[in-house]
């Protein structure tokens, strides 16, 4: 059966796309004249930048208007601190309302610029991406290279104490899978949407965020499996940036621990580890499946995924899209939930990440399917942030921006002239090569930010 989509569906589902992207454009500069632009991932709820919506989102802007792309990217990149860290949120030119402000994990309960805490860290390989599709831009490649060492280094040296080549989250939302029901045994009282949310939030501001002596002291944490996959994929993006085979050497080790600690063979599964005894987390979350985007996976495992699970209509085969949660899990929920969205519905990144390995693997009817459904949501109810896996109804926030990444798994019809770009300068508010040091030296706020007892706020970098 053919699930092709028309080169005039696919054109306007591109252009479509395109709108979202462009309407939640934000740019601006602040007080001390540090630049930035992004799109936010949906106005008025989600109006600051979130790390890995701007890379998804960078990811949709390299096929319209690179030059976009380039500036979300390194937006993202001026928003953190001299010794690698970017935060997970950054709020730019709208601090955080004062309802859901004691709730961020920020260093105070007011003034911060930006969290303390991370998300899954995937900005090498949207970097990679983006300059891939910037062939007029060639030093954009190279321009950040020290960032996103530094970055990297980062996560290594403060997320993995143990040194077994898996980093760590201390927060549930660190993944962007906010809410997953996989967390509920490991934060407890203290997971999303409970009362005791507040207090995990407190007693990291109290530690100043100091990742290596929470995760000693506390078993609040986890190896997750998402976050460590786009890990290993980001560091092979920087090892064919930089040339430098140490990083492929990183990955691998990322790559064979998941392996050696994560896979479950006779639930044919990938668990996440939890606490200090790393105990795993036996709940069916699409982030089970996520080594499926690994290319070095072993093709045995890969196919026992996809055919066990991924394609299995009792567990993650629905009629629309890919739900976040095993459908055969006590936890699952279809639709929307008391605020509660990793749950079951169906999200774009999840296909984004798991629909080219299907393809890889030869399974094209299936991925056709998959892309087809998807197709015929976003045609029904718009880009939404996401969809009963069901029946396919749009939930919650409506023109999401990382949703576009629909259009990623698309052909581009053929002979398409590309849209007219916004204005924007041919390569918006850039770093000129060679300048990245003198400007790391001249970091706002650097002095006295790196005294603060881990209290240092934004930093421009670029």
């Not at 395109?18 to 632009?37: K, S």
């Not at 770009?421 to 400007?439: C, Q």
Request: glycine share 8%.
């Amino acid at each position: 059966m053919s699930h092709a989509i028309s080169d005039q569906r696919a054109g306007a589902l591109r252009r479509h796309a395109h709108e979202v992207l462009a309407g939640n454009w934000r740019e601006g500069h602040l007080g001390d004249g540090t630049e930035y632009g992004f799109s936010c991932p949906s106005p008025p709820r989600y109006r600051h930048q979130w790390y890995w919506d701007s890379c998804f989102h960078a990811i949709v802007w390299r096929l319209f208007e690179p030059a976009r792309a380039r500036a979300e990217l390194r937006t993202l990149v001026r928003a953190g601190r001299l010794d690698g860290f970017i935060p997970h949120t950054v709020f730019w030119h709208d601090a955080a309302g004062w309802r859901r402000a004691p709730f961020y994990a920020t260093h105070s309960l007011r003034g911060d610029r930006a969290t303390a805490h991370v998300q899954t860290p995937m900005l090498a390989l949207a970097w990679e991406m983006v300059a891939d599709a910037s062939p007029d831009h060639p030093a954009f490649r190279v321009e950040a290279l020290d960032a996103l060492r530094l970055h990297y280094d980062w996560l290594a040296d403060h997320r993995d104490p143990d040194g077994d080549g898996l980093i760590s989250i201390i927060h549930p939302d660190e993944s962007g899978l906010d809410d997953s029901p996989k967390y509920d045994g490991v934060f407890g009282w203290m997971r999303h949407y409970m009362p005791g949310y507040f207090w995990l939030v407190e007693r990291s501001r109290r530690m100043g965020y100091d990742s290596r002596a929470i995760i000693e002291r506390y078993d609040e944490h986890v190896e997750d499996v998402l976050v460590n996959v786009l890990y290993a994929l980001s560091l092979r993006a920087l090892a064919r940036l930089t040339g430098d085979d140490a990083w492929a050497a990183r990955a691998a080790r990322v790559e064979a621990s998941l392996l050696e600690r994560c896979w479950d063979e006779r639930a044919g599964l990938f668990w996440d580890l939890a606490g200090r005894l790393e105990r795993p987390v036996r709940v069916s979350t699409w982030s089970s499946l996520a080594p499926l985007a690994l290319p070095s996976l072993p093709e045995a495992i890969a196919r026992q995924l996809v055919e066990e699970h991924l394609l299995n209509p009792a567990r993650y085969g629905a009629p629309y899209g890919i739900p976040s949660v095993a459908m055969d899990e006590p936890s699952f929920r279809a639709g929307w939930h008391l605020y509660r969205c990793w749950r079951g519905p169906a999200w774009m990144n999840t296909a984004w990440m798991l629909v080219p390995p299907l393809r890889r693997l030869g399974y094209e009817e299936e991925a056709g399917r998959i892309v087809a459904s998807l197709a015929a949501v976003v045609e029904r109810h718009g880009f939404r942030e996401y969809y009963n896996p069901l029946n396919g109804e749009g939930l919650a926030a409506r023109h999401f921006g990382w949703s576009t990444l629909l259009v990623d798994l698309l052909p581009a019809p053929p002979g398409a002239a590309p849209p007219l770009p916004l204005p924007l300068p041919p390569d918006w508010r850039r770093s000129e090569p060679g300048m990245l040091g003198e400007a790391w030296a001249a970091g706002r706020e650097a002095a006295s930010s790196l005294v603060d007892n881990g209290r240092r706020r934004l930093l421009r970098i670029f």
